[in-house]
């Protein structure tokens, strides 16, 4: 095409861009960025608000197609640009409007799913731009898979331009290729500049002026995600949190600068960072010897090799004023990049923001992966031992005109489950055809949810958890979580798809009218969601008048799977009463719209209290009450309802906490419940959430209570070492918490990675029976794990003996007592307490072991935990 074509299409495009009004800054700002959403006809907004123009004719050629998604996976942020494609079969150039010598970001959005008859599966392709190889022989799909995404951005950070006029083709290696949206924002030229070389001689560094560069990760440390339409310096970047890279078990603490807080951009421009990025900071803690045996590092993985990189850290001290008040070494792979990192002394003074880049080279032994590791550095004698860390960006630089790297290979893990998966899928679906061929319909009415459709289901936790990571919304700490695998399901025979409640359900809870829940949530208003899942999302909101808080779990009308888990939760829910169970008010139902209205739990789930953004940490008194509230619920759903009910999702997002931090069992979609489950066990296809998954249920399909004490003894794991169940992030051993916790308390290690917040304030006896406790839950063998009941009485145990020290201590110190007669006192004393407190319920609280007010319990303590075990275990009555 002609320089003459260009330019009508550039001044085509902008006329049509001053008349949409999009990302102007203005007649002066220089050029203007473009957003294509690839396969569009029309101009559309994404969930930001921010306008995808259609691309048609930016792309010459007749071998491209306008493909739409069939499915559209929760995990996706937005619809714009993913549910539309353009599809090549064969070479195709499309050629946007560029200045000479200007820097630009181009960013390339893939969403791997079916588009008709083309499966992103089958795609591998290149894609080059102005003569640079962006990527080769790439498979969106395999990286999806591999990192557990839903979809992917790629970011580059191309070197200025010698001519005018961008063009960017994609080459067809196998199948076909694809595209989903495009970007191509101007960024400023002092954007990168010289980078420390990391290893080298004192003042060694390397220019990146003029190189292509790649993004590869951009996060907001120790804050929470900015989306592009937040950032600064209208660059469209998003800044992601760092919880998923932070590594070993000192994981420091967020701190965030109190409102007023003015960050000052003195030697750095504003477009550097948003404001949000330098107000949140990741230190190490109050405690100093914690902090001088410990490093504060993060791991981040599936970088490619032989290639070398540009770390950018953010600094900025909210805090301290005075230099050597902090002074930390900074260690990129091993390599010491900043010996005596000061960042007031950098900056110049309290919240005066400042970045600093090094440059490094990732080389075969590194395994692909990047290591950047802070340690308080004595040398100076600062005041306090300390470390900390605002953002991080890692940049790759072009090597002989090429970014490309290979396609990551899935973990180990993922692939196994993957193929168990499958294999599992075939069998019943062999079983199935032979009886009912109607017994396992999979995917929803959203449809196109493939065979493999089972994996995703169980991958789709991760992609949730990912997707507050990485492509987090602003409301990331979901109150009412996910509905695990929501868009894949095996109906049971019972539900025949009927969206009409039992009579009985309907007559004992309350019945609201939708105009009732559009005013109770500001008619749905986004600022009210609390959480979003498959079937739908969870808002906030009140009733009567303002006199009740509520939160309300709306269905997405499309997914037939909502009604059935609907469906399963009311029926479930209206039938059972539990003060650890979360309470539903009500419902509605009318035309397509299908609401739960249950009590508002405000301090929200159990998980946010642990790792996951929390600004306090439990005591650990505060975590085994907890736990020992979770068990109750799940004990009384196991022995106290007229039938078994197996909850089948139990996670700790799905223990709520209310304002007296009481904790709630919630989410009962995926429970099962009937007569037959008193024959032993049902049989199912496989359920629940990744990293919870009971190994037994996954291999056999046969689903017992013992299913959910598995999950549970992740629960106290995750409780007690304060990291997520399944964190893909780390290093293989350490990926699954059930894996890496058996590991190490059977190494007699299991010290090293609890949570450090609990060292030294803890009685190290509970902590072991805890420790014990969730081992022998996490037995291979159903049979061999203990019953909630079991549990339960362990859990509060390990609480006594926690309890034991501060009335004991503080005696010991007003009394002289031999330490022998003090323990014998200690452990009689425990035991009263245990008496005291804790009688059987009756035929009403079937089962569940309560506080009772009377104290006057006069039997003797017995000396052993077994002995009460066994009283417990067989109660002969009050
Ligand atoms: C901290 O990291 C550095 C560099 O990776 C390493 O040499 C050192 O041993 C680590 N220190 C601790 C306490 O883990």
Known sequence: MSTGTDIVFFLAFVSAFLSFGLNAAGPDAGPASLMLGCGSDNEAKDADGRTWLPDSKFVSGSNSNQVQAQYQDPALTSEVPYMKARVFTSNTTYKLPAKSKQRYFLRLHFYPSNYGSYNAEQAFFSVVANGVTLLKNFSASITCTATTQAYLIREYALAPLTQDGLEITFAVNTGFAFVNGIELVPIPDDLFEKAAFVGGKADDSIDSKSLNLQTVYRLNVGGSFIGPAKDSGSLGRAWYDDNAYIFGANVGVENVADNNTRIEYKDIPDYSAPVDVYTTTRSMGPDKDININSNLTWVFNQVDVKYMYIVRLHFCDTVFTKPNQVVFTVYINNKTAEPEADVIGWSGGVNKAVYKDYATLLDEKSGGDLWLALHPNPDTMPQYYDSLLNGVEIFKMETSKSLAGPNPKPSEMLEKAEEEQKRNFEESKKKDTGSNNKAHVIGGAAGGAAAAGVVAALCIAVYQRKKRVQGGESHSTSWLPIYGNSHTSAKSSKSNGSRHLSSAAQGRCRRFSFAEMKQAT???????????????????????????????????????????????????????????????????????????VYDYMSRGTLREHIYKGNKTYLSWKQRLEICIGAAKGLHYLHTGARWTIIHRDVKTTNILLDENWEAKVSDFGLSKTGPDLNKGHVSTVVKGSFGYLDPEYFKRQQLTEKSDVYSFGVVLFEVLCARPALNPNLPKEQVSLADWALHCQRKGILEDIIDPHLKGK?????????????????SECGVDRPSLNDI??????????????????????????????????????MMAIHYSNLSLGSESDLGEVQPSSSSNNNEAAPDSDSAIFSQIVNPTGR
């Open 762 to 778: 803890v009685n190290m006896e509970s902590i072991k029976k805890f420790a014990d406790t969730a081992e022998k839950c996490l």
């Open 522 to 596: 500001k008619n749905f208003d986004e600022a009210n969601v609390i959480g979003v899942g498959g079937f739908g999302k969870v808002y906030k909101g009140v009733i009567d008048n303002g006199a009740t808080k509520v939160a309300i779990k709306k269905s997405n009308p499309q997914s037939e799977q909502g009604v059935h888990e609907f469906q399963t939760e009311i029926e479930m829910l209206s039938e059972l009463r539990h003060k650890h169970l979360v309470s539903l008010i009500g419902f509605c139902e009318e035309d397509n719209e299908m609401c739960l």
């Open 792 to 829: 339960l009485w362990n859990l509060e145990f390990a609480l006594q003996l926690q309890e034991g020290i501060e009335p004991v201590a503080t005696r010991s110190d007003s009394r002289t007592r031999s330490d022998s007669d003090d323990a014998t006192l200690r452990n009689q004393e």
